[in-house]
């Protein structure tokens, strides 16, 4: 059994490859450079941990896992199109270095590319994997288009917010895992629970996230505090502040919304904290993250093998703050 | 066996359903919508066709048929931002009536569903049959990314043109018919041929189109004649004429391609014939279609199973000019 950054190692070397041939180099040049900018890879190496939780690592889960991180990659690039974010992780975005119009292809690509690493695998599990890449992948795009709907919207419901950020960014994590333990063996009830652990563990991974951008240490978060209150991003604090702050709250949150004034960021914060949505978020995400250490518990394979995963869950969300 | 215009009309009433769920609505009314614009299905009744040169209609190609109109559509949605086309069979683009972004997810949302057609088949088939589609797809992005390549450069290279022209509209023509000929349990080399005969048929398709355009009679063709000329589109007529016309020539189709002017399609035109371009075009074009034909020839089935496709590939070249 490997760790988690064992298998990210393992991982990172086999993928640092070319993916793509060499020409057109205007478009394979394009896709090959979001690859290099590098990033976690979470999702590919949570395939090989969603396997080997069943059994030895299935070669197959490393074309599966590939094909995971090029979806992923794929994803991204076309989101930075739709948000036009001119940096990622620091270095410009595809669009901005190739334009917008190669970026897309590259994207189209990409996601092409992702299948056919899905087609090397044994048939026998083809029509499986492809089938639960295909629910994933549109849940994925169905994530984005509400994200955006939602952002044109005054106020959202929880509800309606949970789901989106679900299918946004919960369920290839989850998919991932059950991706994973199809390779391993597995049998319906484990794929449930392993899904359902990924999904939980991305949702508190997403509040601690929305968290971490209000109530930070910056020297410890890394990047600005604040920057999802000075975008007017919705997030989990601002769309639960807008439903249980009272009257005289919900107009100052929105004159906020309105300003551009430098104390921005502080007087939103304190509006959260009057509000005790720091608490509350701190809660929720402990809530997700108990339901997903319970799927885990629940999955019947012996504990020892599961104890890689329980560190993910641990380096992901039990972090300093 | 059926003729192109009865599978065509199967084909429309399977495909005229609902492809995507209800929700959200802001993104799959929009891809919804492009398949409601319509077409001439040419691409899917080509995977009956080819299916039923060697077989009856396995009804897995109508799963796959599906795939390649959906793919097809993707590649319109996709491309019709990319050329920022206001315009397509006279109603407004996806991106124009439901934005960028919306349209760009709406297409890749619709690639993937390409994806949940070609899983629905026998298993058996599977890897084959999504093998070739993604290598067609992949190819199809190349084409259209050197279109976009050659669109800034000044002069294209007449292999170089072709090549982009068989990648852009050839290879899907191709891959269709091939699609339905693994369906039909041809062996490969009826499959080399099939594949030979719609490349061969498409490369002949665009020269015609390419010639209509600029000499084809507006009262049968049914569109502008000399689009192409205002547009300043490279075409296979302005690549060759830039290949043999004389300095003087050459001189003068630069100017023409900086003007405006009233007389811009007429003057091009002149220029076109005096390098007796509208001849060698029409030859070109026979010498593709007859290549095309020696394919079907050498497709080892009875002639009376061939009918229909020679009858494809009249309909669609020998046209009244």
Redesign the interface.
């Known amino acids: 059994m490997f760790s988690f950054s064992e298998l990210s190692k393992q991982f990172e070397e086999k993928f640092s490859q070319r993916h793509f041939p060499a020409a057109?180099a205007?478009?394979y040049n394009a896709a090959e450079y979001i690859l290099e900018i590098g990033g976690k890879r979470i999702r590919p190496v949570s395939v090989l941990m969603g396997n080997e939780l069943f059994d030895e690592i299935n070669p197959d889960a490393w074309q599966v896992a590939t094909a995971i991180e090029l979806f992923h990659n794929f994803s991204l690039i076309?989101d930075d199109?739709?948000d036009q974010a001119p940096l990622r992780r620091g270095l410009p975005t595809v669009h901005t270095k190739y334009g917008?119009?190669?970026a897309?292809?590259a994207?189209?690509?990409m996601?092409?590319?992702a299948?056919?690493y899905?087609?090397r695998i044994n048939?026998a599990y083809?029509?499986k994997i492809?089938?639960l890449f295909?629910t994933t992948?549109?849940q994925v795009?169905?994530g984005?288009?509400?994200d955006?709907?939602f952002e044109q919207m005054k106020q959202v419901q929880f509800s309606a917010y949970e789901s989106m950020i679900i299918l946004k960014t919960s369920v290839l994590l989850a998919a991932s895992l059950q991706l994973g333990a199809i390779l391993g063996g597995a049998g319906d009830r484990n794929q449930h629970h392993i899904y359902e652990f990924g999904k939980n563990l991305g949702i508190a991974f997403q509040l601690q996230d929305d968290y971490l951008d209000a109530f930070g240490d910056p020297t410890k978060f890394g990047k600005q505090v604040g920057g999802d209150i000075l975008a007017n991003k919705k997030t989990f604090l601002l769309i639960h502040t807008l439903e249980v702050a009272n009257t005289i709250q919900k107009e100052q949150i929105q004159v906020l919304l309105n300003s551009n004034d430098a104390d921005k960021v502080s007087r939103m914060l304190q509006l959260y904290q009057d509000c005790k949505v720091d608490e509350w978020v701190k809660q929720l995400k402990e809530k997700y993250y108990q339901t997903a250490l319970n799927h885990l518990e629940d999955i019947a394979v012996l504990s020892d093998r599961k104890k890689p995963l329980l560190e993910l869950a641990q380096f992901l969300l039990v972090r300093d703050y």
């Open positions: 057109p205007t478009l076309h199109i739709m917008a119009s190669t897309l292809l994207g189209d690509v996601f092409a590319q299948y056919d899905l087609t048939p083809i029509q492809i089938k295909n992948s549109k795009c169905e984005q288009q509400l955006m709907d």
